[in-house]
């Protein structure tokens, strides 16, 4: 039996059914977004690259290193030790004190390091000019400073090996310590003579309680330079190889967000690697800085800076071994 053709017509020429509106995005979570708007998710942000989150349970130590410990440094602190990864992290500054733009180019202003905290350089900014120091974005920066750790520590007084022990104080905002009847800073360390406090409570804390770092990764050439000088000029009495590696970041907020997801990239080709030559090699003498394992990550760690750069071009790399 045949078919009318003027049905067959109308069936072609018939409107498809409307499909139903897509679901409406979900809500960023404002509480995980950087300076510029960007997400500080680090599992979103490793996604979006289509890099792989691997954990076995071991990680290596990390330092990030900038001028004044509060931009550069503290980004990559932030996103080194945020879930899922959570390495263990120091950050320190290399400056003669911390210099935060103030007004005008010469009217900075200026702080001295181990004794001020990111709170109190909050505070007196706010006082000083909020709508200035919300534009330029350092109320935010500090905001989130003072949720990573107390405040900016300098490099050159850092005692490697000098267990990071809680001073005695009470517990401050942003994961801190004020000590009781002072200045409402972190002093060098009672028992040690000059190793600095670090709270319990600081991000990243949790694996560099004794005070040794695998990896220094510094975020400006002079602060390299600054860092290997001082480390040929110590005694080296712990007879302990580090690899600093710089990355080179400009001093603003939008370039320290990118920098800081260079830094994760880096943390987890590296990491990686070590894994890979404790597995080969087993880890007997790892702890102390030697044995096969280490041996083998030492030797490949040149190869794994390379390769990272090839993927991140646009910041300059250096390398060297040191020893602590």
């Known amino acids: 039996m045949t078919s009318d053709p003027r049905l067959r017509r109308r069936q072609a020429t018939a409107t498809p059914p409307v499909p139903p509106p897509p679901p409406p995005e979900p809500e960023p979570d404002s509480t995980r977004m950087g300076l510029d708007g960007a997400s500080n998710d680090v599992a ?13 349970g071991f990680k290596l130590r990390f330092c990030t290193v900038c001028a004044s410990n509060n931009n550069r440094s503290m980004e990559a602190h932030l996103r080194l030790s945020s879930p899922p990864h959570s ?10 004190l911390v210099r935060l733009p103030g007004p005008s180019l010469n009217q900075p202003n200026v702080y001295h390091f181990n004794t001020t905290s990111y709170n109190a350089m909050h505070s007196e900014l706010l006082a000083k000019d909020p709508r200035l120091y919300r534009a330029n974005g350092l109320l935010q920066m500090l905001e989130r400073n003072r949720s ?23 517990a401050m905002e942003g994961g801190g310590m004020e000590v009781e009847g002072g200045g409402g800073g972190v ?20 694996g560099v309680e004794a005070g040794w770092v695998d990896v220094v990764i510094t975020c400006e050439e002079r602060c390299w330079d600054a860092v290997v000088d001082d480390l040929f000029q110590r005694s080296s009495s712990g007879n302990r190889p580090v690899h600093v590696i710089n990355v080179d970041i400009k001093d603003n907020h939008e ?18 690697v070590a894994r890979e030559e404790r597995e080969r090699s087993g880890t ?26 090839e993927k991140w071009p646009g910041l300059p790399a250096l390398w060297t071994l040191a020893w602590f």
Request: proline fraction near 7%.
């Open 284 to 309: 007997a003498g790892w702890e102390g800085g030697g044995g096969g394992a280490r041996e083998g990550f030492d030797e490949r760690v040149p190869e794994v800076v390379a390769e990272w750069q």
């Open 255 to 272: 370039e320290a967000l990118v920098g800081g997801n260079a830094i994760l990239d880096l943390a987890g080709r590296l990491n990686r």
């Open 187 to 206: 002093p060098p360390n009672e028992e040690g003579g000059g190793g600095l406090g670090a709270s319990e409570m600081d991000r990243g804390a949790k």
């Open 148 to 170: 990573v750790k107390w405040g900016p520590e300098r490099w050159q007084d850092w005692v490697p090996g000098m267990p990071r022990v809680v001073p005695r104080g009470t």
């Open 87 to 96: 390495y263990p992290v120091l950050s320190f500054g290399t400056g003669s």
């Open 44 to 56: 979103t942000i490793q996604q979006q690259n289509g890099d792989t989150i691997e954990d076995d």
